[in-house]
């Protein structure tokens, strides 16, 4: 199926409404299973979740050849998987914060 670029009515800065709406949306609704995040994390986590989506959801229905007409649920999904992945990435970086190099110096010493 090849990729067909969106005409101006339907899409803004080259993105579908649908596609934005359904990738936030999902992004959304995941948030609601990660309770251990903070607030400024939290709108990180809903706009890379609905950024990551917006991007790959052309690239999944391109390389799975699925149908245009699923393109909304792709959307939607790749929205929730992208934002659960967030608050696994934010406790990667707290705990390489927490590792102990021993060429480096401890600052509260």
Do not use: C, N
């Not at 339907?10 to 903070?38: H, N, P, Q």
């Not at 245009?68 to 696994?88: D, I, K, T, W, Y």
């Amino acid at each position: 199926m090849p990729l067909q670029p969106p005409t101006p009515e339907d899409s803004i800065a080259g993105i579908k409404y649908g596609v934005l709406i359904f990738s936030f949306l999902g992004a959304a609704v995941s948030l609601s299973y990660a309770k251990e995040l903070t607030r400024p994390q939290a709108v990180t986590a809903v706009l890379t979740g609905t950024a990551v989506a917006v991007m790959a959801t052309p690239m999944a229905l391109h390389y799975l050849d699925l149908p245009a007409s699923l393109e909304r649920a792709v959307a939607f999904f790749a929205g929730l998987a992208a934002m659960r992945a967030v608050p696994v990435f934010f406790t990667l970086i707290d705990r390489l914060r927490d590792i102990k190099l021993p060429w480096l110096s401890d600052p509260k010493e």
